[in-house]
């Protein structure tokens, strides 16, 4: 069920309503009166610190305890995210159109705003069926009701709330869908739509294009292919934008990865393995948000997009290719396929004399063992300020990262006897090593972001849900606004 909030001066006395209490149950609403079980919540509220639902004589309420602020506010901030996920698992055995909320006087308005973004985004579920192009998904609207005591958020503030979470929804409905719904060429459609809808610029360049650019990765990944490569390249370039030099994003864009000749044979890795373009579905969430919410800030996203099949005509072990650069890279494994068509994206990202280049990719199982789906792993040559700067960001969305380093030794990891560099070093630190073969096409200031791990789980986590997170777009929306609008 989609949600929009909007704010509503006074409580409905019919509407379906949930409470956010107070430490003592203060700031009661008269809406309640006599009705409302306050010692039976004490009570409970005693062992429990979920919420529930209240059946009153002509309304349906759903209380939620009181949550005491903790030292650590970011960590309080995400026990309000998971609140709201457990309304809206409440909610969904409901048939409602409309709801409202009843801020009290104690909460904080960040803490509000935590609340309802759980809401918004555990009430997701990928409603697609079979290849109709529609989602068939109600909406409910949420109207916010504030105490006169209360810290009230602005309408703006939940429409940008709004938007973000739809942005969220997006990256997530991009990587649920079946692969055959993907295919590079369909895939490039969707971006188009989703610009026009948006308000962003989209390129999307064919196999002629990418030969013309020599882009040797994409083309060697995708020669198994039945289906033509494709590259995207998204431009959000407001007027008033505060930086004259774009802010790029790169994401791996592998719609299905089978691995190549390295055949992957387990199960359940290759069941979810339409899910490999992670990485270019929150590109496309994040740069929805930014644009839909006017955030003043010139961006590009470059995707390349591709399947990595198995076919006499692909890429084997011990194949040499050339890539954008110039560099040659000696293959040595076929299922290190995201590093050769990113590296290709790099290096255009050259032409753009970026301030910033920050790529996301499901790249390595080594980052998935090293963090498990806690967090994500991140690396770069950027300076250490924007470095904890965007941890922080991690930590305040909860999409948490963990640094690994990029010590001059690994690059003895990627030496070849054949070629400039070889993909995968066949050794120990699989998820460093792959960030030092990007490194080794990059001359600016760069983070490299390995969300494999946190970007598909096989169970529900929370507001995360089960299958497709959207890890990414809500940690890059608030890191790209805190340093550089």
């Known amino acids: 069920m989609q949600i929009f ?29 006599d009705t409302f079980p306050v010692s039976s919540l004490v009570n409970y509220f005693e062992n429990e610190y979920t919420p529930t639902t209240i059946f009153l004589d002509n309304q349906v309420v759903f209380a939620v305890p009181y949550l005491a602020p903790v030292q650590e506010n970011y960590v309080h901030k995400e026990k309000m995210r998971n609140q709201g996920h457990l309304v809206a698992q409440l909610i969904k055995t409901h048939s409602f159109n409309k709801l409202q909320v009843f801020a009290d006087a104690i909460l904080s308005k960040e803490s509000l705003l935590c609340f309802l973004e759980g809401l918004n985004l555990g009430s997701y579920s990928y409603e697609k069926k079979g290849n109709s192009e529609d989602y068939f998904r109600d909406t409910l609207q949420v109207e916010v009701v504030f105490s006169s005591e209360t810290e009230t958020i602005e309408q703006e503030e939940l429409e940008k709330l709004t938007t973000l979470c739809d942005a969220v929804w997006l990256t997530r409905d991009l990587v649920n869908e079946p692969p055959n719904f993907k295919k590079p060429a369909l895939y490039g459609q969707k971006i188009e739509e989703f610009g026009k809808e948006a308000g962003f610029e989209t390129e999307i360049w064919n196999k002629e294009r990418i030969e013309t650019e020599k882009m040797g990765g994409l083309l060697g990944v995708s020669q198994a292919s039945g289906q033509d490569a494709i590259f995207a390249k998204l431009t959000y370039s407001p ?49 929805y948000a930014l644009a839909k919410n006017n955030i003043p800030l010139y961006v590009v996203g470059l995707l390349p997009i591709t399947d990595n099949s198995i076919s006499n005509k692909g890429l084997v072990p011990g194949d040499v290719i050339t890539m954008r650069s110039g560099a040659t890279v000696e293959i040595t494994n076929t299922d290190g396929e995201g590093r050769l068509i990113m590296a290709d994206a790099l290096d255009y990202a050259k032409e753009l004399a970026p301030e910033l280049v920050i790529d996301l990719a499901t790249l390595t199982g080594s980052a998935v063992r090293a963090v498990g789906e ?112």
């Open 5 to 33: 909030f909007t704010v509503r001066e006074h409580l409905s006395e019919s509407t379906p309503c949930i409470y956010l209490l107070g430490e003592n149950f203060d700031n009661l609403p008269s809406t309640f009166s």
């Open 239 to 287: 007027k008033d934008a505060t930086n004259d030099t774009p802010i790029v994003l790169v994401g791996k864009g592998v719609t299905f990865d089978i691995g190549g000749a390295n055949l992957k044979t387990s199960m359940p890795a290759l069941e979810i393995m339409k899910s490999d373009m992670g990485g270019s579905a929150s590109v496309i969430g994040l740069i």
């Open 374 to 485: 806690e967090g994500a792993v991140f690396m770069g040559n950027t300076d250490e300020i924007l470095k904890r700067a965007l941890e922080k960001s991690g930590r305040e969305t909860y999409e948490r990262l963990v640094e690994f380093p990029l010590w001059g030794e690994y690059k003895d990891y990627l030496k070849s006897d054949v070629a400039d560099i070889k993909n995968v070093s066949g050794g120990f630190a699989g998820a460093i090593t792959a960030g030092k073969f990007l490194e080794h096409f990059v001359d600016f200031d760069w983070i490299h972001m390995d969300i494999a791990a946190p970007a598909y789980l096989m169970k529900a986590s929370s507001y995360r849900g089960k299958s497709g997170t959207g890890t990414g777009v809500r940690l890059l929306y608030h890191f790209l606004i805190e340093q550089f609008s």
